[in-house]
């Protein structure tokens, strides 16, 4: 099948290069054999123009020509007989290849007279035949590429024709039109609406038309036909001349080329007979056996018994959808023309033309199988085509059976894609795939268009999905690999973590708890959630109405009922997930961690001491150090109701990433959930912990400094309500650099500072990295850290 890219722009309205097209037709699976670009072969060609032209001295058929090109003036010995001044004529210059003489040229001498070129014809360039002359153009600039002047000129010459290859099974790809659907389909453009036209018959069609009732059955469906009177058959016009010279077809005359272009553009072959050729009615019906035609090809072909013919009432005058008589054929005389539609057996139409060894465009067609639905409108499309180029009058239809379309509907089922072809296409990309197919969609319902016979189940809609899709897109994925033993066990990283979490917290003396996700709605209240959203629907008892919107609430009824049983000193922890409403994805992993009473048991030295909020700081600090979090974080207030306002800290990155939240239980809620106190806790929230960079089992190398750090103390009176982490923020963000470490060493309230006043020394550790710090150095970062603190906190420094 071979057709040229602006023959496919009539349907297509795209800006895709020919080499796009060429890609995207392959991967559709409508195979590229080749593609002949003309404009390729005649890049190195110039216009020129002869100024000068003169008898050669020595030859009486040569002339030899002052020719002005791009390079200036050049002179060449021309044997053609239109050579003369003032022409412009094609430039071949040496060292340029002519295809159409197989010669690359060179500086010559010709009877004695040097020639810098040469004159190119048509077959020389390989543009026609033409040969009786150089060319002339009637227009041009001197150095105008050849092929620019052609685009603009005369662009059938440098249209690229690409050729491909048809599976049996896509017929509808047979026209140029099918093949612009499938492109567009693909995304490489869209489709043009075809133009259907109407003619109105202006008398009664004085040929019938009959089919035998042995032949209306694995023969012919349907026969349709016009008469046209008055034609005036004559040369086609010069575009259906070039476009079917582009794809091998000789141009015959303006009847049998509309006949031809509709075969190759809508995959729709028609007959004309010359009307005042034929005597009486035209029957379809199966030869007896012994008949012979001389067909269009000039062959006497003889009939088997049962072959599918159209007779008129002197005997056959046409192979039925093969090819036709050559006593009946249009010639230039003809002045009157039946023109014939139908739809054949395609099995009947492969025996016959297999038998008689007859292969012609239209046997390929029809036997692979033409759209039935268009049968009707080809005629009107046809004649309209035909009264254009010819003139005429056409007469009313005249149609013997009818068509039998075969509609068929099939299942869309998108999850058919994966299993079949192992692609993951979206539900609404399939059905936008098959609607830009033809198919029609009608739920998931798929109405196979009445151009595709070839689709005939659900795995048909698959394979069309895929294809257009691209099946270079389908990843190869190895099948699972038979192991001894049990396979090493393979985990996520957050999975990772909630191991090295809990290992970590046992590490610590934390004794680990598995509780409910379920919990009272009081409870559940006091850690922010026990509303309707969390609630169950089904309860297994009102105290377990409620999903738990944090760990904490079951560590604290545990701990509530080991205290009932004499049990006051207790590490628990837990690690699961907290819900923060029923949807999915409104949950998150955390882990908690409790610790009441006091460290250790009573004992004569005094070693036992209650818990603390720095307990809890520095177990969470130890839990995120081993799942990864970074070492720098900052401690900010803010915490949920449920800790105590002044005796909390959460543990950050920024204002908004928190890894985790420490510091003393709020009073209320430990009255409220049976809790005799000390008690403190930590939440972390391992899924807010950055991933590494790069993934690995190795650690991270140890980093040593070889300079000496220098540590720095400072005091600053304060106003007595600002907080140490205000003065240590700022402290530590002067310098990120150098400054390593922050820490508040002392605090003094009264004496000389007046009411309202207190003093706060920290301690500041500098470590250079690249160089030993000098005083002047040291100084200048000394500066930014009291301008700093100043100007975060009010306060100055302490004499």
């Given at each position: ?267 729709r072959p028609l007959h004309v007979f010359d009307a005042g050729k034929v005597q009486g009615d035209l029957r379809i019906h199966r030869a007896k056996g ?84 268009y049968n009707m409108q080809a005629m009107e499309d046809a004649a309209q085509m035909i009264l254009d180029l010819c003139g005429g009058e056409a007469s ?335 402290a530590q963000g002067a310098d990120k650099t150098l400054i390593d470490d922050v820490r508040v060493f002392d605090e003094f309230i009264g004496g000389s ?47």
């Amino acid at each position: 099948m071979k057709f040229t890219l602006s023959w496919l722009k009539e349907h297509l309205d795209t800006t895709a290069s020919v080499d796009e097209i060429a890609e995207a037709l392959t991967d559709l699976g409508l195979e590229v054999e080749g593609v002949e670009n003309p404009a390729a072969k005649l890049q190195a060609f110039t216009l020129a123009k002869v100024v000068h032209a003169e008898q050669h001295p020595d030859a009486d058929r040569l002339r030899v020509c002052k020719v002005m090109t791009d390079e200036g003036e050049k002179q060449i010995v021309c044997g053609a007989p239109n050579a003369r001044e003032g022409i412009t004529v094609v430039l071949a210059k040496p060292g340029d290849y002519v295809p159409g003489i197989d010669v690359t040229l060179s500086v010559g001498n010709i009877r004695g007279v040097e020639s810098h070129g040469m004159m190119a014809s048509e077959r020389e360039l390989e543009l026609s035949d033409e040969h009786t002359g150089i060319i002339e153009l009637p227009s041009g600039e001197v150095g105008q590429k050849f092929t620019d002047w052609l685009a603009a000129n005369d662009p059938a010459k440098v249209d690229p024709v690409i050729e491909i290859a048809i599976t049996p099974n896509r017929q509808d790809a047979l026209g140029v039109h099918g093949i612009a659907r499938d492109l567009a389909a693909r995304g490489l453009g869209k489709l043009k609406p075809m133009k259907e036209h109407k003619v109105e018959g202006a008398f009664p069609c004085p040929i019938g038309l009959s089919i035998d009732e042995d032949t209306r059955e694995n023969g012919c469906e349907v026969f349709a036909g016009r008469l046209i009177r008055g034609v005036k058959n004559g040369p086609s016009p010069k575009w259906l001349q070039d476009r079917l010279r582009a794809i091998g077809l000789r141009p015959i005359s303006a009847l049998v080329d509309v006949t031809n272009f509709f075969t190759f553009d809508r995959n729709r072959p028609l007959h004309v007979f010359d009307a005042g050729k034929v005597q009486g009615d035209l029957r379809i019906h199966r030869a007896k056996g012994g008949e012979t035609l001389v067909g269009l090809d000039e062959r006497t072909y003889t009939f088997s018994d049962g072959q599918v013919v159209i007779s008129d009432d002197k005997g056959i005058e046409s192979i039925a959808g093969i090819m036709g008589g050559l006593d009946t054929g249009c010639t230039l005389d003809t002045t009157d023309v039946f023109l014939e539609a139908a739809v054949w057996d395609r099995i009947q139409i492969a025996h016959t033309g297999r038998a008689l060894k007859i292969n012609s465009d239209a046997r390929y067609r029809n036997e692979r199988g033409i759209d039935p639905a268009y049968n009707m409108q080809a005629m009107e499309d046809a004649a309209q085509m035909i009264l254009d180029l010819c003139g005429g009058e056409a007469s009313e239809i005249v149609v013997a059976g009818e068509v039998q379309t075969n509609p068929r509907a099939y299942k869309l089922n998108p999850a058919r894609v994966v299993s079949l072809v192992g692609m993951d296409i979206p539900e609404s990309t399939q059905r936008q795939t098959l609607t830009a197919l033809g198919f029609r969609m009608e739920g998931d319902m798929a109405h196979v268009p009445s151009w595709r016979h070839d689709v005939l189940g659900e795995a048909d809609l698959v394979e069309e999905v895929a294809r257009i899709a691209s099946l270079t897109k389908l990843q190869g994925k190895p099948l699972p690999r038979m192991t001894r033993g049990v396979p090493q066990p393979i985990l996520s990283p957050i999975q990772k973590r909630e191991q090295m979490a809990r290992r970590t917290a046992a590490a610590l003396g934390y004794n680990e708890c598995v509780t409910y996700s379920f919990i009272d709605s009081a409870s559940a209240a006091l850690f922010g959630g026990g509303d309707d959203a969390s609630m169950l629907a089904n309860p297994i008892s009102s105290e377990m109405s409620h999903m738990r919107p944090d760990l904490l609430p079951g560590l604290l009824q545990a701990a509530a009922r080991n205290q009932a049983r004499g049990f006051m000193d207790l590490a628990l922890f837990e690690c699961g997930h907290a819900f923060q409403g029923g949807e999915p994805g409104e949950q998150q992993l955390r882990i908690s961690g409790l610790l009441v009473g006091r460290t250790g048991p009573k004992d004569v030295h005094g070693a036992a001491r209650a818990v603390d909020v720095f307990d809890a700081k520095a177990d969470a600090e130890a839990v995120l150090a081993a799942i990864g979090a970074p070492a720098k974080v900052q401690i900010l207030r803010g915490g949920e109701g449920w800790w105590h306002p002044g005796r909390h800290g959460r543990i950050c990155l920024g204002p908004k990433k928190v890894l985790g939240v420490f510091g003393e239980l709020h009073p209320k809620v430990l009255a409220e959930m049976d809790v005799k106190g000390p008690a403190v806790a930590f939440t972390l929230y391992p899924t807010e912990v950055p991933l590494p960079r790069k993934s690995g089992a190795t650690r991270a190398a140890l980093k040593l400094n070889d300079l000496q750090a220098v540590e720095r103390d400072f005091a600053f009176v304060v106003d007595a309500d600002v907080e140490a982490l205000t003065l240590v923020n700022a402290a530590q963000g002067a310098d990120k650099t150098l400054i390593d470490d922050v820490r508040v060493f002392d605090e003094f309230i009264g004496g000389s500072l007046g009411e309202g006043k207190k003093s706060l020394a920290i301690t500041v550790r500098l470590q250079p990295t690249d160089k030993t710090l000098k005083e002047k150095d040291i100084e200048a970062v000394a500066a930014k850290i009291v301008e700093k603190v100043t100007k975060a906190t009010g306060g100055t420094l302490r004499g």
